[in-house]
């Protein structure tokens, strides 16, 4: 995962930086403020400037590319969420989930304090898909449970990691 930054507040209704990626599971759109990553999306967000992209946002591309084509596991880039020190709590906690391993929302809520419901809930509004792996969290059976993207994404997400075999659902 990459790193939280401490930077200057972002517009949060300002103009944001996007680029779209297609990718294997459809387009994905990251938005970045000049000096971090603030969202990875499967949603469009129906605006950004229009003017020449930032470093930071031509590297996630770059990394984000590296992943879907298998040769990245991991993510080094500034991020910048915004969220309750709660949820901020969850999302750091998932940073530490390894790529192709599983983690489950009581085992989350076991480490950090709390239920697994609101760990559920935190991972629900993750703002950066992918990055911040919630798509690496599974229900207590085992079940795939909750996913942003849509199920079948973070199936395909799982597969690709080698987390789950193709044959399992």
């Not at 994905?28 to 946002?57: C, M, Q, Y």
């Not at 419901?117 to 993750?126: D, E, I, K, P, Y």
Request: hydrophobic share 40%.
């Amino acid at each position: 995962m990459g790193t939280l930054r401490n930077h200057k507040e972002p517009e949060l209704f300002g103009p944001q930086y996007v680029a779209a990626l297609e990718t294997p599971i459809g387009k994905l759109w990251v938005e970045s403020d000049g000096e971090a990553i603030t969202r990875v999306s499967f949603n469009n967000p129906g605006r950004g400037r229009h003017a020449r992209a930032p470093k930071v946002l031509i590297e996630a591309v770059k990394q984000l590319q590296g992943y879907f084509a298998g040769r990245r596991k991991k993510f080094d880039l500034p991020l910048y969420q915004v969220g309750s020190p709660y949820r901020r709590k969850v999302w750091s906690r998932l940073g530490l989930i390894h790529y192709g391993v599983l983690a489950t929302y009581a085992d989350l809520a076991k480490d950090i304090g709390g239920a697994a419901r609101s760990t559920g809930s935190a991972c629900a509004v993750n703002p950066l898909l992918i990055l911040v792996p919630c798509h690496r969290v599974v229900g207590s059976n085992g079940l795939l449970m909750g996913y942003a993207g849509g199920l079948w994404r973070k199936k395909w997400l799982l597969e690709h990691e080698g987390a789950l075999a193709k044959e399992m659902f």
